[in-house]
């Protein structure tokens, strides 16, 4: 009984440290907010047959004044459990439309959406408003939903009401998560983002089950007419297997870390287009 009673104290006090934590870290987004302290870089997404750039996604980061560059696995999930990620997701979403109307037309910029800006009032609305105002078309605009989520009836409404709008589509994280192939059909996707966790097993000796997988995965994202790409591609044979099982657009660590949005003309300029040799 004592000892149960110790536990029940001790149990408390972990709570009370971890509602304290919760409520530091809800201050700090908060104040991170008013002081502009987040900041977004692109990552390339490479045609794998070519090499031709065909998008950027935009990617979350937190400048924060004594923890230095925070990446979003630690703090999104605050962000959405405080309803924070709406402004903040309003102004990663302004921003990176902003900075895909200085690329070249024929490439888009990807933007991750939580599911709680999805059910968010208004949010179509929202999303056509900005590309309205910062003139982009919406064609330019792709948004990513992860798989990890269950996507119910609400939530594909909004993404059909986004697709209408003619707004891409992505399923990101294709394969860590709850969806069947029957819930694929029912959504109105353009593409499937396979996870980096079908990409990394493809340097093992040997590959070939692998392999397997991956080939049929993207088999049936071509069955349902859906675009595939590759995450988390970083060595040349990652790549070359990729290619091999018809992936058409290869992202990762191989054709480019996220850079800056000052940083694109010149990564760009590097990677005007056909990859040599095989124009
Ligand atoms: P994600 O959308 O799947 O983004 C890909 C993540 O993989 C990024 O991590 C990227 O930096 C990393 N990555 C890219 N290539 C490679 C590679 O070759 N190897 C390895 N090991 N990693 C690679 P990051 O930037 O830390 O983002 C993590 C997640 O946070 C994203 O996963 C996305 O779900 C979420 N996120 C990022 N930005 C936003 C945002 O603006 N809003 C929301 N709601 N979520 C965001
Ligand atoms: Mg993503
Ligand atoms: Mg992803
Ligand atoms: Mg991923």
Redesign the pocket.
């Known amino acids: 009984k004592e000892s149960g009673r110790h536990q029940i104290r001790a149990f408390d006090v972990a709570l009370r440290d971890r509602a304290t934590g919760r409520a530091r870290a809800l201050l700090d987004l908060r104040r991170a907010l008013i002081d502009e302290e987040f900041e977004l870089v692109y990552?390339p997404q490479v045609s794998a047959g070519t090499g031709v750039v065909v998008g950027f996604?935009?990617?979350?980061r937190w400048n924060h004044p004594t923890s230095g560059l925070v990446?979003?696995?630690d703090f999104?999930s605050v962000a959405e459990e405080t309803g924070l990620?709406v402004p903040i997701?309003a102004g990663?979403l302004r921003a990176a439309c902003t900075a895909a109307t200085s690329w070249p037309e024929d490439i888009r910029v990807a933007?991750?959406?939580?599911q709680v800006q999805l059910r968010s009032s208004r949010y179509v609305e929202s999303v056509r408003q900005t590309l309205e105002e910062v003139n982009l078309a919406p064609e330019r605009l792709e948004i990513?939903v992860?798989e990890s989520l269950v996507i119910d009836d609400a939530d594909r409404d909004v993404l059909v009401q986004l697709s209408a709008l003619g707004i891409a589509i992505a399923m990101?994280?294709f394969g860590t998560g709850f969806s069947s192939v029957a819930s694929l059909s029912r959504l109105p996707l353009d593409r499937l983002k396979i996870d980096?966790a079908f990409v990394a097993p493809l340097d093992a000796d040997p590959a070939s089950s692998r392999f397997a997988v991956l080939r049929a995965v993207i088999a049936i994202a071509k069955s349902l007419g859906l675009d595939t790409v590759a995450?988390?591609?970083?060595t040349e044979r990652q790549r070359a297997m990729v290619t091999e099982c018809g992936c058409d657009v290869i992202?990762?660590?191989?054709e480019g870390v996220?850079i800056r949005a000052a940083e694109i003309p010149a990564y760009l300029h590097r990677h005007p287009g056909a990859r040599a040799g095989e124009v």
């Open positions: 990552q996604e935009a990617l979350l990446s979003p696995g999104i990620i997701g990663v933007v991750n959406v939580s990513e992860t990101d994280d980096r995450e988390g591609v970083e992202q990762g660590y191989l996220p």
